[in-house]
């Protein structure tokens, strides 16, 4: 594996200082802000603004400038140029279609800069001169000092100089779940962008509590900006398809300019007109390139984004569609993507009980379960006190609207939607309970004490945080049968279990209480508590996912995790969801920049979750993947993963409540939030990638069948078995229907049981060369027998019909054999759909139109044919099929990859 681009981005360690140190540096104050009178203008913007022009006219140059677009303009002409205005038409109409339709699905702009910048608070509370006043978030500066309140969103970057009861929302930044409580002590310099919890950063969201903040990056110096800068440096590069796509059209143009020279001299050198070769040589030149190619890829990109939208999964560009089909790793965020960025209590712990919880998210609805079966807290002692500290010791508010929704941090929010669920005897307790009193959560007493009266009249001091801290102030604990004393082994054995707890992956808390004489003095009453339990909160895998997963490893796609959360969470999840297996690492920001700097790459193709991991390491963990070969795609949600997203191959943002940085940023938006809707892309991208090889053969060997028979005519001397205007026909027209019946079939049911393709493997492989090869000669084997059969009887006009009624004809039943390279066409019965068959009529109409239609027949110009000659082309039609069938059948295809 080839050594990470870790991105060098350095910042003056602010958190790692005292906030005095810091307001000194700026000189500002702690307590009265900057002395300045008016704000400084608003900085502009360091990342480039958003031309709504210019992207159209690149969007319109990307869609024009492929090979095969090129060559089919270059052909369309010189037929103009030859006097074949109808064919140069026909030919710039398939352009026109192929151009357009994939101009309208990719135009849309890059915004992700915009995103960003709506994601900041327009306005911002500061003080100036000892004076508070609200400015626009533009006119904030270094050094200004910034009031925090919950409910807002932090306008920029800054060093904490007050903190009360400070809990910030960081996971769109940082992946990080749980809520984060600040502080203004400094942390070490070392530490990661989400254990700086002595600084606030730009675009996140104050849950509770207050605080003050010494600006310490502003507009465009943010850590926000900075994602900004590495979101808009990311530059898109081809997709596999589109790769493989330009290299067929290189060779194609290359083999229409050959074979035009050289079918144009040698029938020069037979003495023929000069003149008339020269406009052969050009028929047969547009002949050589599949001129539906462009209009049957699109069409086949086009369906998949429909089977897609249905699916709620909406492409914003066309050709990504298929990039998943040959994905092979997919790196994924947790926060929000495998999960549902919902806390909830799911494991409950009393004495020497162990419940379990159900619901989802913060809903109410939901049961307490012991071995399996619903219990109440009404006649539960232990779990009815558990319940009201729960509810009581808390500062968040649930509200149901349009679902369930928290005010506040979501720890607390799930602990509410717990206390609901215990039954109404004990809802109705917890919410007779008036609260006198509150000791606030701080990161050095890591828990939260409130003193509460009841209905009739007692005191009660309940108290919710660390096991280990609560813990310490008990000396007995609650049963069912009343109190006990909590001796040093009963201590012991409740540790082991909240580790346990924490173990699984879940944020674990204690409760306890006491009952008070009196309300004075709280902080003196923290001692002598009772212990009752301990409650295990995760943020639950979302529904599917786990089988998603699976499904993924079936059809040989490896999944990373990568997140910025906890080792032991991120762990515990990826076990869950059988991302990680025994043998599998977990390595933090810390640890990978160590395996980089010592070339363990075996160690890194052995980790499954990377964990406490910045954008700048997400991003250098894509780019790392695709330098060792991989077609990497990445799923997120948040800010944090926007850069990443933009430079994987595909990226996809899952979910609604997905930030819209990370949607600009993305190729795929899942809007229902299923992550189980990523097979059913895969294999829509494998089946997507099938179909159009299909069609490519099929159209291939309609070209290479036609250049045989006109070839073989001019080297046998005879005279030509089609004119130029019957080949434009059959290649425009005719063999258009059944190639895009071959995009849009099912196709085969056995996809996501296949290995992912070679993404360097060609659309045209030596041996699939090979096979087009040998069919094509068999087709003008066919034609050239019947051809000069009768033109030794007729000649002229009607036996130039028959040539090219036997060569529609037998092309056309060659899409059956098309179907697959494997298996005999009629075991394909969900690719013979009425729409397939309706096609294949399609071309045979208009192929009797061409013989039976004066008007198009004095053009063309065709002559009737009669019934024997019509049975000998079924008859020859039928034969070329029953011969590649027996071929199937005799020397099969090796199965490979996606291919059909």
Not at 222 to 237: D, K
Not at 262 to 279: D, F, H, Q, T, Y
Not at 338 to 346: A, D, F, I, K, S
Not at 681 to 693: C, L, P, Q, S, T
Request: proline fraction near 5%; include cysteine; aromatic fraction near 4%.
């Amino acid at each position: 594996m080839p050594q990470l681009d870790r991105p060098d981005i350095s910042a003056p360690d602010w958190h790692a200082r005292s906030f005095e140190d810091v307001a000194r540096d700026f000189r500002t104050h702690p307590e009265t802000g900057l002395a300045i009178e008016d704000p400084n203008p608003a900085s502009p913007s360091t990342t480039p603004g958003f031309s709504a022009s210019r992207q159209i006219w690149r969007t319109l140059w990307t869609q024009l400038k492929g090979s095969v677009i090129l060559v089919l303009l270059v052909s369309s002409v010189a037929s103009l140029l030859l006097g074949h205005t109808s064919d140069a038409l026909a030919i710039l109409a398939s352009v026109v279609f192929s151009v357009a339709f994939g101009f309208a699905t990719d135009w849309r702009a890059e915004r992700a800069l915009g995103a960003l910048r709506s994601l900041s608070a327009p306005t911002a509370r500061v003080v100036r001169n000892g004076l508070e006043r609200e400015i626009r978030t533009a006119d904030v500066r270094r050094g200004d000092l910034l009031i925090l309140s919950a409910g807002q969103i932090v306008a920029a970057d800054g060093r904490l100089a007050g903190a009360r009861d400070l809990q910030i929302d960081e996971s769109a930044l940082t992946g990080e779940s749980v809520p984060v409580v600040k502080m203004t002590e400094p942390v070490a310099s070392a530490a990661p962008l989400p254990d700086r919890t002595s600084m606030a950063y730009a675009g996140t969201t104050v849950l509770s509590g207050s605080g003050r903040l010494i600006v310490t990056a502003a507009t465009g110096e943010t850590e926000l900006s900075r994602i900004g800068e590495l979101v808009s440096a990311q530059q898109r590069e081809p997709t596999p398809l589109e790769g493989r796509a330009e290299q067929l059209g290189r060779r194609l143009a290359a083999v229409a300019i050959g074979l035009s020279a050289a079918v144009a001299l040698l029938g020069i050198l037979r003495g023929r007109s000069i003149w008339m070769m020269l406009e052969t040589g050009g028929i047969l030149a547009i002949a050589a390139i599949p001129e539906g190619l462009p209009a049957v890829t699109t069409i086949a990109l086009a369906v998949g984004v429909r089977r897609m939208a249905r699916a709620h999964s909406l492409v914003r560009r066309l050709a990504s569609v298929e990039t998943l089909g040959c994905t092979s790793v997919i790196c994924t965020d947790k926060t929000g993507t495998l999960t549902e960025n919902v806390m909830r209590v799911t494991r409950i712990w009393l004495s020497d009980r162990e419940l379990e919880v159900t619901g989802r998210g913060y809903s109410p609805e939901g049961a307490i379960l012991e071995k399996g079966l619903a219990i109440s807290a009404d006649g539960d002692p232990a779990l009815r006190r558990l319940l009201e500290i729960s509810a009581a010791c808390n500062d968040a508010k649930l509200e149901a609207h349009d679902g369930w929704h928290i005010h506040g941090s979501s720890t607390e929010g799930a602990l509410l939607a717990l206390a609901r669920k215990g039954g109404a005897e004990a809802a109705a307790s917890a919410a007779s309970l008036e609260r006198l009193h509150e000791i606030a959560f701080t990161s050095r007493r890591k828990r939260m004490a409130v003193v509460v009266r009841d209905r009739p009249g007692r005191l009660w001091m309940l108290v919710k945080g660390s096991p280990e801290h609560v813990l310490a102030l008990c000396s007995r604990a609650l049963e069912s049968d009343g109190e006990r004393p909590l001796g040093p082994e009963e201590r012991g054995r409740l540790l082991a279990r909240a580790h346990e707890f924490g173990e699984r992956g879940h944020r674990v808390l204690g409760f306890a209480f006491r009952g008070l004489e009196s309300a004075g003095e709280p902080e003196a009453a923290e001692t002598d508590l009772t212990w009752v339990g301990l409650a295990g909160l995760e943020d639950p895998p979302r529904a599917g996912v786990r089988d998603a997963i699976a499904q993924l490893s079936g059809a040989g796609i490896r999944t990373v995790m990568i997140t910025g959360d906890q080792k032991g969470t991120a762990m515990a999840v990826a076990r869950e969801l059988e991302i990680a297996g025994p043998a599998d690492l977990c390595v933090n920001s810390t640890e990978l920049a160590e395996l980089v700097r010592e070339r363990r790459w075996e160690d890194l193709r052995r980790t499954a979750v990377f964990a406490r991991v910045s954008p700048e390491d997400k991003l250098s963990i894509v780019r790392a993947l695709k330098a060792a070969g991989h077609i990497v795609a990445m799923t997120g949600d948040g800010i944090n993963d926007a850069p990443a997203l933009k430079a994987a191959d595909i990226g996809i943002t899952i979910g609604s409540r997905a930030a819209d940085v990370a949607r600009e940023a993305s190729d795929l938006i899942v809007t229902s939030g299923d992550y189980g809707t990523l097979p059913d892309a895969v294999a829509e991208g494998r089946r997507i990638y099938a179909n159009i090889r299909r069609s490519v053969h099929f159209l291939l060997l309609c070209s290479l069948s036609t250049i045989g028979v006109m070839l073989a005519s001019i080297v046998a001397n005879l005279p030509l078995p089609m004119s130029p205007l019957q080949v434009l026909w059959l290649n425009l027209v005719v063999h258009i229907f059944p190639a895009v019946a071959l995009v849009v079939v099912p196709g085969e049911s056995d996809l996501l049981r296949r290995p992912p393709r070679d993404p360097r493997e060609p659309l045209l492989t030596w041996r699939a060369t090979g096979i087009v090869g040998l069919r094509s000669g068999l087709v003008a084997a066919v034609v050239l027998w019947l051809f000069t059969a009768s033109a030794n009887r007729e000649g002229g006009v009607r036996s130039q019909t028959l040539a090219m009624a036997t060569l529609a004809l037998v092309l056309l039943t060659q899409s059956l054999a098309a179907l697959s390279e494997r298996r005999p066409f009629w075991r394909m019965t969900r690719s013979l759909t009425p729409p397939f068959w309706l096609a294949l009529a399609g071309g045979l109409a208009l192929q009797a139109l061409a013989v039976f239609w004066a008007p198009l027949a004095s053009i063309l110009p065709t002559a009737p044919l009669s019934l024997a000659d019509w049975l000998r082309v079924i008859g020859m039609s039928v034969l070329a099929l029953a011969i590649v069938e027996a071929g199937k059948l005799l020397w099969p295809a090796p199965r490979r990859g996606t291919s059909a």
